[in-house]
T-cell receptor, first 108, second 113 residues
Framework: EDQVTQSPEALRLQEGESSSLNCSYT??????LFWYRQDPGKGPEFLFT???AGEEKEKERLKATLTKKESFLHITAPKPEDSATYLC?????????FGPGTRLSVLP | GAGVSQSPSNKVTEKGKDVELRCDPI?????LYWYRQSLGQGLEFLIY????????KSGLPSDRFSAERTGGSVSTLTIQRTQQEDSAVYLC???????????FGPGTRLLVL
């Protein structure tokens, strides 16, 4: 059975304090690993898709990396507007399996 | 439209009533998913449509839940005889047949009193 776990459950950072979020997964035949950002009261917003171990993608202050067992979302010098829940998901067969998310708060 | 749209954005209903939730996917996307997100919880898969194939209903929690997709585009999720535990955000997502990434709508917030 495909599974996704995320850690930490919640993270509080000071503005400018870099950190990383973890997504650990088990899946039969990874077709893709996905990162989403979700703001309160809104649907998840797509950030990145990673397809194979060693792949990295960047967008502004965010960088996602992938190994055979986990993915990291690195946040460099975060700002208060980066506060959100970050969701990780994997696609094995036809259905996506989501992790519970990491709630990030960036304090000014 | 440019993105996935859902209606209504909010729905308050009484226990025992039926509700219909609507999803308009991105034009041309052949795959459509429904998820449920309870307060503070992760996304729970409900149902998946792919083109003209039979839908994958393996995530529907009970026979009170059903969904259809007309003409390969708009989808409706119906919950019959609603219960208080059905209160959640119902999210719809669509995906292009040629890609893996799914894009989400804003969700419908359902409250069953």
């Amino acid at each position: 059975e495909d599974q996704v776990t995320q850690s930490p459950e919640a993270l509080r950072l000071q503005e400018g304090e870099s950190s990383s979020l973890n997504c650990s997964y088990t899946v039969s035949g990874l077709r893709g690993l996905f990162w989403y950002r979700q703001d309160p009261g809104k649907g998840p917003e797509f950030l990145f898709t990673l397809y194979s171990a060693g792949e990295e993608k960047e967008k502004e202050r965010l960088k996602a990396t992938l190994t055979k067992k986990e993915s990291f979302l690195h946040i460099t010098a975060p700002k208060p507007e980066d506060s959100a829940t970050y969701l990780c998901a994997v696609l094995g067969g036809q259905n996506f399996v989501f992790g519970p998310g990491t709630r990030l708060s960036v304090l000014p | 439209g440019a993105g996935v749209s859902q209606s209504p954005s909010n729905k308050v209903t009484e226990k025992g009533k039926d509700v219909e939730l609507r999803c308009d996917p991105i034009s041309g996307h052949t795959a459509l998913y429904w998820y449920r997100q309870s307060l503070g919880q992760g996304l729970e898969f409900l149902i998946y449509f792919q083109g003209n194939s039979a839908p994958d209903k393996s995530g529907l929690p009970s026979d009170r839940f059903s969904a259809e997709r007309t003409g390969g585009s708009v989808s409706t999720l119906t919950i019959q005889r609603t219960q208080q535990e059905d209160s959640a955000v119902y999210l719809c997502a669509s995906r292009n047949a040629g890609g893996e990434t799914q894009y989400f709508g804003p969700g419908t917030r359902l409250l069953v009193l």
